[in-house]
């Protein structure tokens, strides 16, 4: 597993339960999944020689981020390495304006986007669609770094001259008018087995997800097929092999658009842990390894995840003190947590909520809400004192 993250914390969580391990590359001893592993290899994924010493001998290589240059994954695979999901396919989720393109050419929706090399491109462009548009680094963005929002064309023309000033590659599309944003999350394997999951509603807040229900509350039935039949087509189309998450914009005309892929497990897919049958984490280890893939079907008819992002200010109870209480208050939230030091706006954990019968969606939303707003402020959002 290359990246020593959240997602290969709980890969190797899934593996376990398989009689698997993983070998995990990890920038540091202290990131998540090397707390976990007793195998680590420590080096930095932009480094041919370490990508070497930590695929010699292993089964599958396979991600937790999409940071490794695609040419030293070519390399690789020239030397036999079994790369999963092969560059071919994974440089549609490290290269947003290839993603783009393509998806253009199959014929697939996206936002009206275009190349850029110059800062005069970027405000034609802006005048032309006459809206809003959006600025995006093509490689290396992630949670909203790299995405810069702008109302007007003289203004994205500034935003671009920075990135271009800087030698940063970009690309301009027009911001979506939406209802709001969904995942499509499907499994291929190279036998070729595909997986849907129910289609999920992700929130983002300033570029980053702070919750998922799932399934998406109140979408049309054929949306709900169309999303899933575009992830599996896409994984198809692809030739994904792994975990495939399809983030869409549901359009306020009653469309969907994809806007971008991950091609690993990916935050809308964490509520899978407690909500589905089979979890994204194992599911991605069964496709990778050409294992016949899990049941994607719910354990109930909703399930909503939320972030426990570090406060603005680390609070002084201990994290295990929060945990303490919560789990007092609230015994029925799946806690997750990540291993990480605290820091304003990092992902820590998160916590999975799952309905219970005649339960509406807002009830679970506020349950799963209240308690990752605990585990990172320390502050119930109800004010509710747990010494009173
Ligand atoms: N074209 C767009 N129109 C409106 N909102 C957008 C657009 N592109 C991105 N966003 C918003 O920014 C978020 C992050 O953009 P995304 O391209 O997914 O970058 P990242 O790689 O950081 O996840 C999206 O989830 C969405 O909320
Ligand atoms: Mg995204």
Redesign the pocket.
């Known amino acids: 597993m290359i990246g020593g993250g959240q997602l290969a914390r709980m890969t190797h969580q899934a593996a376990i339960a398989m009689g698997q391990s993983l070998r995990v590359l990890a920038v540091d001893s202290a990131d998540p999944a090397a707390l976990v592993s007793p195998d680590i290899v420590i080096g930095s994924h932009t480094d041919l020689a370490a990508l070497r010493r930590v695929t010699d001998g292993a089964t599958v290589m396979t991600f937790d981020h999409e940071h490794v240059p695609t040419d030293m994954l070519d390399t690789l695979v020239a030397e036999g390495v079994n790369v999963a999901p092969p560059p071919s396919a994974l440089v549609h989720a490290q290269d947003?304006l290839v993603m783009r393109r393509r998806l253009a050419e199959l014929g697939v929706p996206v936002?009206r986007f275009s190349a850029v090399a110059t800062t005069e491109d970027v405000e034609a462009f802006a005048r032309d669609v006459n809206r809003p548009v959006?600025i995006?680094t093509v490689r290396g963005?992630?949670?909203?770094?790299?995405?810069v929002?702008a109302d007007d064309p003289q203004r994205a023309r500034a935003i671009a001259a920075q990135y271009l000033g800087d030698g940063v590659a970009i690309l301009v599309?027009?911001?979506?008018s939406?209802r709001r944003?969904l995942s499509a999350l499907v499994a291929r394997s190279p036998f070729g087995q595909g997986a849907a999951w129910p289609v999920v509603q992700?929130v983002?807040e300033d570029?980053i997800c702070v919750e998922v229900i799932a399934p998406a509350p109140d979408l049309a039935d054929h949306l709900i097929v169309a999303a899933q039949e575009l992830g599996l087509r896409l994984a198809e189309e692809l030739g994904v092999v792994g975990v495939l998450a399809v983030?869409l914009?549901e359009t306020v005309e009653g469309t969907l658009l994809v806007?971008?892929l991950a091609m690993r497990p990916h935050n809308s897919g964490h509520w899978t842990m407690d909500g589905a049958v089979t979890s994204q984490f194992e599911q991605h280890l069964r496709a990778v390894l050409d294992y016949p893939l899990g049941d994607t079907s719910v354990r109930a008819p909703l399930t909503v995840m939320a972030n426990v992002l570090g406060a603005p200010q680390t609070p002084a109870m201990s994290i295990d003190e929060r945990v303490h209480h919560l789990f007092a208050r609230l015994p029925d939230a799946k806690v997750h947590l990540y291993g990480k030091g605290e820091r304003p706006g990092r992902k820590l954990g998160h916590v999975n909520v799952v309905g219970k019968a005649g339960e509406n969606v807002a009830d679970v939303r506020e349950r799963a809400a209240r308690a990752a707003h605990w585990l990172s402020h320390a502050q119930w959002t109800d004010e509710w004192d747990s010494h009173g």
Request: overall charge negative; glycine content about 16%.
């Open positions: 947003k936002p959006v995006k963005g992630y949670d909203g770094r790299g995405v929002m599309e027009e911001r979506v939406m944003e992700t983002q570029g983030e914009f806007n971008e």
